[in-house]
Nanobody, 125 residues
Framework: QVQVVESGGGSVQGGGSMTLSCTVTGYPVTLTMAWFRQAPGKEREGVAGISEYGSAKYYAHFVEGRATISRAASGNTMNLRMNSLKRDDTAIYYC???????????????????WGQGTQVTVSS
């Protein structure tokens, strides 16, 4: 059984940093992975995507220059480091993974096979 587990959320002061982690277990091959987020009253949106072995990374415009997506050398563990956090970054952050997904289309929620339950990030001023 495939399990997707996120960690690292919490409350952060504006201007601060956070690192989110995601691990996928129970799947035999390396997956393409991505982060999404959903703020109250808004649609889920793609934040960043990373290819199976980390050679390609993509970012949404609203985190460009503030975020770094990375993954372990082997297996399905991924991190998202965000700096200069803003109140607008407050959201539930979700990890997504897929065998046939394309990292360049990280923003397309329909291509992801596996989802985590999400981790809340709250940025205060």
């Amino acid at each position: 059984q495939v399990q997707v587990v996120e960690s690292g959320g919490g409350s952060v002061q504006g201007g601060g940093s956070m690192t989110l982690s995601c691990t996928v277990t129970g799947y035999p091959v390396t997956l393409t992975m991505a982060w999404f987020r959903q703020a109250p009253g808004k649609e889920r949106e793609g934040v960043a995507g990373i290819s199976e072995y980390g050679s390609a990374k993509y970012y949404a415009h609203f985190v460009e220059g503030r975020a770094t997506i990375s993954r372990a050398a082997s297996g399905n563990t991924m991190n998202l480091r965000m700096n200069s956090l803003k109140r607008d970054d407050t959201a539930i952050y979700y990890c997504a993974a897929g065998d046939d997904a394309r990292a360049s289309r990280y923003y397309d929620p329909t291509q992801w096979e596996f989802w985590g339950q999400g981790t809340q990030v709250t940025v205060s001023s």
